[in-house]
């Protein structure tokens, strides 16, 4: 007898965990201060994505944008307070472009493919300057001590990696994948596949690579499928 999991719940839980360290402004903040902020905030992550988080300084962005640095440091303070708020923009960024396109789809197989493929367009259409974001921040922070920005990028990850597993238990859950599917092994296995296509891409400016990941998406996915998730799927991209 199959599992029945409550989607609604589901669809809840997910958007809740990359929603859930935005940042509140203060009461007083006024329209236009709301509005530079989320200017200085939009640059601050292109910057981040090329240069990485340490390469962002309120001097940096002042030159940038043309401001002055006590304009920037009334609206953050610290360096540290402005990566943790660039984080928070990316993540919402990401929300918007990956995650809230994929919960459209039907909880299982289909939504996780549609979560890897929004990863996908998302590298392909350049959200940002420099590709995936928090790639790029893992990339950077990986060996280095703890700190608040190094805990929040460890936090993005794991929310994202729990979303991917969350969607293969669904599949499971609906007789979409075999019974003895492990969830976290296809989540770090997908994971790769778009991690590397992130890097290829850019790295080698060949859209191909893509492409390629595409297709390791879905033969990896066919792996796990009962006949049920494999009907779901869609054909295999062809090579032009």
Request: proline fraction near 2%; include cysteine.
């Amino acid at each position: 007898m199959l599992l029945a999991l409550d989607e609604t719940r589901f669809r809840v839980n997910i958007a809740r965990s990359f929603v859930l360290y935005n940042e509140r402004m203060s009461n007083r903040t006024t329209p236009k201060g709301a509005r530079t902020r989320a200017d200085i905030l939009h640059t601050a992550v292109d910057i981040a994505s090329v240069e990485g988080l340490d390469g962002l300084s309120i001097g940096r962005l002042a030159s940038e944008l043309g401001m002055s640095k006590s304009g920037l440091f009334a609206h953050f303070g610290s360096k540290e307070s402005l990566q943790l708020a660039a984080i928070e923009e990316a993540r919402l960024r990401y929300v918007k472009e990956v995650i809230e396109p994929a919960l459209s789809s039907p909880l299982g197989i289909t939504q996780l493919y549609a979560l890897c493929t929004a990863f996908l367009s998302y590298i392909e259409r350049s959200v940002f300057v420099g590709g995936c974001f928090f790639a790029s921040a893992m990339a950077e922070f990986d060996a280095k001590g703890p700190s608040l920005v190094r805990d929040r990028i460890v936090e993005c990850q794991e929310q994202w990696m729990m979303t991917l597993e969350r969607a293969a238990e669904g599949a499971r859950a609906n007789g979409e994948f075999r019974v003895d599917s492990d969830s976290r092994q296809l989540a770090f296995e997908l994971e790769g596949a778009l991690l590397t296509a992130n890097w290829y891409f850019h790295l080698f400016h060949d859209a191909t690579n893509i492409d390629r990941a595409r297709r390791a998406v879905r033969t990896r996915l066919s792996r796990e499928a009962t006949q049920v998730g494999l009907d779901l799927l869609p054909l295999e991209p062809q090579d032009s």
